[in-house]
């Protein structure tokens, strides 16, 4: 029996050459180019739906064998056009503009069935793609911001709360992708422990606290998923670092400490009747889309039925002129965003995106290969923080955002259970074996 070819971790053939060089590059361009991270992301679907309908000596491509993986991910992800598509039917009003940013969360399912069939040597292109672009993100605010006003920085296109949070779960990311394919060279952890840096900094020079919340929540997850076998130790130091960092960063910054000090001077505030804080504003919203939600619990009011209710809430009394002309733009709440537009059937189809995927990641918390184990606990990372983030802003308003959310989870989800087809069990076996 022949011994196999050791083979360098970048070594791709020609098919594999472009979906290697869009795992690696495709978080950064999101940041730095307008409206990359839609593009690509549609792009990516649409060849990878040409591939799953072409000839297998055309493709390279196993046949495919559905699984309950891919089932899961088809269904959920169409839930939420279903969504916006039942509720405008129901209402008599179906807006086309209200299906571009759902339908981008579908264009994860076929990319997904494509990347669960290549080759691990394809799919390590991913271990510094998530340090490069947390990096990027310092970068970008370094070199060319843009003032969005009140010394919120950011990049020229997404604005401060977005791109702090992106750039808080790639430094998340970038971390947990030490040693994620490989024990790493000591320049590659460099790389990525500075990628943790660098997406806490840019954060902060945000100034996007809403963000920050997911900080404790992700890192106490973390720390129970990677203490599991670990010496006592271990499970002190770590957390100890953990804390550190975080007192450091908000010792030293003086946005940090800022930002959140006006927490509590906002709500002293609404408590003595001004109401058009930050905090203030966003808590009439919330209000307002309770009252939407308790009076049409099922169907909402139809797509931008939130927006379309300001003028009237505004003029009861309810909501001040400030935060109507703001709630025109969002609810400032991704759950309310569905809910009052699309009922209890648009909250549901919401959670699917969150839970279905997380289920997902969850079970591969113990997959048969490292790689697989070390995506699993990613992914999972980054659902909890993008639902984290969702609490206080509309993750899913922008349409680079959702596309943002949806390929990462695709390409997250590939690593998690490539192993589970027979292709891939196949091709993982003889990458182990390479290596002996």
Known sequence: MSTPT??????VNSRSLLPALFLLAYPSATLLFHGAGSALSIAAA???LALLASPKAWTGLPSIQWDSVDVALWIATACPVVAVLISGAWHGTVVASTFDSPSRFFAAAPLVLVLRRSLPRTLEWTDLSFALAALVSLGILLIVPRDWGFGRLSSQFLNPIHFGDVALVLGVLSILSLNWWRKDRL?????????LFAGLAASLITGSRGGWVAIPVVAAMILYVRSRGKSRKWK???PLAIVAILAGAYAFSPTARNRVGDVSSDFVKYTHGDKDTPLGIRLQLYEAAARIVESHPLLGLGSDGFRNSMQAFANSGMLTPA?????????????????????IVGGLALLAIYVVPGVIFWRRLSAPVDAGRRAALMGLTFIVAFWIFGLTVETFDLKMTVSFYTTVIAILAAVATYADTKAGSEAARAARDSRQ
Do not use: C, P, W
């Open 6 to 11: 050791k083979q360098s971790f970048l070594s």
């Open 46 to 48: 649409l060849i990878s």
């Open 187 to 195: 320049f590659v952890r460099m790389i990525k422990v500075g990628g």
């Open 236 to 238: 002190v130091l770590l």
């Open 323 to 343: 935060a109507a002309q703001l709630g025109r733009g969002e609810a400032h709440n991704q759950m309310f965003a569905y809910m009052t537009d699309y009922g």
